[in-house]
C-alpha cells in the first residue's frame, strides 16, 4: 500500500512536472524565437527608417536648388537684392546639407557616387550662377548662357530624381522584407500559442476550463477598463491640447508634468525637453515694473490648497529671451483623501488685448484732439475776421507814417498765416462723403503748412518740385493723413536738420505702363531706415519709437493707399554721409476697381 502510493505520489509529481515543465518549456522556445524575430524585425524597420531619414534630406536639398534658381530668377526679373540674400543663405546651407546625405549613406556605394556627381552638377551650376550675378541684372546672360546654365540645372534634377528613386527602391525592398518578418512573427507567435493551447487542453482539461474561462473574464473587464481608460485618457489630451490658454501641470514636489502647445508655443520648451524639470526653470516669472522675480505661484497654491489668481503685472519669459505679459490662475490637484497631488496652472499671453486697449485710447485722444481743433479754429476765425478788418481800415487812414504801414502789413501777413492754419485744422476735421477731384499739390502745401513750426525748429530746408497739376480721384483728408505721416516721420529723421525734398510728376505703375497716375516722393536726408526694420515697416502694431509711436502710421496708409488703388515703396540708406529715405506714393487717374466708391456707399438696410 505505501509502494502503490509512493507510486502514486511519484506519478503525480511526474504528471506534474511534465503539465508543469512542457507548457515552460515552449513558453520559453516561443520566447526566445520571438526575440530573435522582433530584434530582426526592428532592425529592419530601422532601415526603413534609415531610408525615409535619406529621401526627406535628398527632396530638403533638392528644394533648396529650386529655391536658389528660384531666388536667381526673381533677381533677374526685378533686380531686388532680397533676392540675393534668400539665395545666399540657401547657398550656404546646401553643402551642409549634401555632407549630411553623404553621411547617411555611408552604406551605399551606388548612392555615394550618385551623391558625388550631383555634388559636382550643384558646384557648376553655382559657379554660373555666381558668375551672372556678379555681371548685375541689367546685364542679362547670352541665349548659349543659358542654355549651359538650364542643361546643368536640367542634369542636377535629373540626377536627384535618380538618386531619390534609387533610394524609394530601396525602401521598397527593406520595407517588404519587414513586412515579411512581420508575418513571420505573427505566424510564429500563433502557430506556438496553438500548439501550447494543445498541449495544456490535453493534459489538464478541466483546470485549463476554469483557468481560461477565469482568464478570459479578466481579459474582458481588463480590455473594458483600458479602453475606458483609453477614451478618458484621449479626452483629457484633445480637451486640453485644444484650449485657447496655456497649461501646466506638475507634480507634488512642482515638477513639471504637463504643457500643452499653447504653453509650449509661450515657453519655447517641448514637453520633451521640459518634463521633469521645475516649474521655475520652465516657467521664468518676473514682476514687469521692478523685473524681479516673483514668488513661486507652485508653492503659493500648495500652501493655500485653493485656486489663486495671479494677475498684477506679470512677465514670462521665454527660452529665447522673448518676454509675454501673462494673467496666471493656479489650482491644486486632489486626490480622494484631499491630499495635493499636483498643481495646475493655467496663463494666457495679453500682449494683443494691451494693445488693443492702448490703441483705443490713442484713438480716443486723437479724436478729441480734432474736435477740440476744429472748435478753436472755430473760435479764432471770429475774431481773426474783426482784426482783419480793423487793420485794413488803418492801412486806408489817410496820411499814415511809413512805420505804421510797415507795421500793420506784417500783422496784416500774421493774421493772413493764423487764417490759413485755422484753416487747415477746420479741413483736417472735415471729409467728403463720396470721392472727389483731388490736387495733391494743394494737399502737400496743407501739409506743409501745419508742420511749418517744426521745420523751422529742426532747420530743415524744404524744396518742392511739383511738375504736374492734374488731379486725382480719392479722399481728401485720406490723402492728407497718409502725406502727414510721412512728412512728420522725415522730420522725426532729421532731429539735427537735413533737406526734404517733395516731388509730384505723372507717372505709370511698373507692372502695368496703361496704368496712369500721380507719383509722389517724399525724400529725407535723415538718418535712414535699417534693413531689419525695413522688413516690418508696414506691419501693423511695430513701431521703433516706443512709447510715442502706435505702430499704426504706416499701416493706415498703406491701406489709405491701397483703397485708392496705389502703390506706397520705400527705399533708404544707412551709410554715414549718404544716409536718408525715400517713400514713393503712386496713386492713379482711374480707378479700376471701385473701392472708393464700394467704402463711400451707404449701407444698406
Not at 14 to 23: G, K
Not at 240 to 257: M, Q
Request: proline share 4%.
Amino acid at each position: 500500500m505505501t509502494k502503490s502510493i509512493a507510486m502514486d505520489q511519484r506519478s503525480f509529481q511526474s504528471l506534474l512536472r511534465r503539465t508543469v515543465a512542457l507548457p515552460v518549456v515552449l513558453l520559453v522556445l516561443l520566447a526566445l524565437m520571438l526575440a530573435a524575430e522582433t530584434l530582426l524585425l526592428s532592425w529592419s524597420l530601422r532601415w526603413v527608417d534609415h531610408s525615409d531619414h535619406v529621401i526627406a534630406e535628398a527632396r530638403t536639398a533638392m528644394r533648396s536648388v529650386v529655391e536658389m534658381d528660384t531666388a536667381l530668377r526673381g533677381y533677374y526679373l526685378t533686380g531686388d537684392q532680397s533676392f540675393l540674400e534668400s539665395y545666399d543663405e540657401v547657398k550656404a546651407k546646401l553643402p551642409e546639407q549634401l555632407e549630411a546625405i553623404l553621411k547617411l549613406t555611408a552604406d551605399n556605394p551606388s548612392q555615394q557616387a550618385r551623391l558625388r556627381q550631383l555634388k559636382q552638377l550643384d558646384l557648376a551650376w553655382m559657379q554660373w550662377a555666381d558668375w551672372q550675378i556678379m555681371r548685375g541684372h541689367r546685364v542679362p546672360p547670352s541665349p548659349e548662357e543659358l542654355i549651359a546654365g538650364q542643361q546643368v540645372m536640367s542634369a542636377i534634377r535629373d540626377k536627384q530624381r535618380d538618386f531619390v528613386a534609387a533610394e524609394e527602391d530601396f525602401r521598397n525592398v527593406r520595407s517588404r522584407r519587414a513586412k515579411l518578418l512581420n508575418g513571420a512573427v505573427i505566424g510564429s507567435a500563433i502557430g506556438m500559442s496553438l500548439l501550447v493551447a494543445v498541449l495544456l487542453f490535453t493534459l489538464t482539461r478541466r483546470e485549463l476550463l476554469a483557468l481560461s474561462s477565469t482568464y478570459e473574464d479578466h481579459l474582458r473587464a481588463e480590455a473594458a477598463q483600458q479602453q475606458q481608460l483609453k477614451e478618458s485618457r484621449e479626452l483629457y489630451q484633445i480637451t486640453l491640447k485644444s484650449l485657447g490658454d496655456a497649461v501646466v501641470s506638475t507634480d507634488p514636489e512642482g515638477n513639471i508634468a504637463f504643457l500643452n502647445p499653447v504653453a509650449q508655443q509661450l515657453t519655447g520648451w517641448d514637453y520633451a525637453v521640459a518634463a521633469g524639470r521645475s516649474f521655475g526653470e520652465v516657467m521664468r516669472l518676473s514682476n514687469e515694473r521692478t523685473r524681479l522675480n516673483v514668488d513661486d505661484p507652485i508653492a503659493a497654491v500648495r500652501r493655500a490648497q485653493k485656486v489663486i489668481g495671479f494677475s498684477d503685472g506679470l512677465t514670462l519669459t521665454s527660452r529665447s529671451g522673448h518676454e509675454y505679459p501673462v494673467e496666471l490662475t493656479g489650482a491644486p490637484i486632489l486626490n480622494d483623501r484631499g491630499v495635493v497631488v499636483g498643481v495646475v496652472v493655467v496663463f494666457r499671453d495679453v500682449t494683443q488685448r494691451r494693445q488693443t486697449e492702448q490703441i483705443l485710447r490713442t484713438s480716443e485722444r486723437l479724436t478729441l484732439a480734432g474736435r477740440l481743433s476744429a472748435t478753436i479754429a472755430h473760435e479764432i476765425r471770429n475774431p481773426l475776421d474783426t482784426v482783419t478788418n480793423l487793420v485794413y481800415l488803418l492801412q486806408h487812414e489817410p496820411a499814415p507814417s511809413p512805420t505804421a504801414m510797415q507795421y500793420l502789413q506784417m500783422a496784416s501777413d500774421e493774421l493772413a498765416r493764423i487764417a490759413q492754419i485755422t484753416g487747415q485744422l477746420l479741413t483736417f476735421h472735415r471729409e467728403a462723403r463720396s470721392p472727389v477731384e483731388v490736387s495733391l499739390t494743394e494737399v502737400l502745401e496743407s501739409v506743409l503748412t501745419l508742420f511749418a513750426p517744426q521745420i523751422k525748429q529742426n532747420h530743415i530746408v524744404v524744396q518742392c518740385r511739383f511738375d504736374t497739376d492734374r488731379r486725382v480721384r480719392g479722399f481728401p483728408g485720406e490723402l492728407r493723413q497718409v502725406f502727414s505721416n510721412l512728412v512728420g516721420n522725415a522730420i522725426e529723421a532729421m532731429a539735427k536738420g537735413g533737406q526734404l525734398i517733395l516731388h509730384s510728376r505723372e507717372s505709370c505703375l511698373a507692372s502695368n505702363p496703361a496704368r496712369r497716375g500721380v507719383r509722389v516722393t517724399v525724400l529725407d536726408s535723415g538718418i535712414g531706415i535699417p534693413v531689419g526694420v525695413r522688413r516690418n515697416l508696414f506691419a501693423p502694431f511695430y513701431t521703433t519709437k516706443g512709447e510715442k509711436g502706435t505702430g499704426l502710421g504706416l499701416w493706415i496708409s498703406r491701406g489709405i493707399t491701397e483703397k485708392h488703388e496705389g502703390t506706397i515703396h520705400v527705399s533708404s540708406r544707412t551709410g554715414k554721409g549718404r544716409s536718408g529715405a525715400a517713400f514713393s506714393v503712386f496713386l492713379p487717374f482711374e480707378q479700376e476697381l471701385g473701392l472708393l466708391d464700394a467704402s463711400a456707399a451707404p449701407p444698406k438696410v
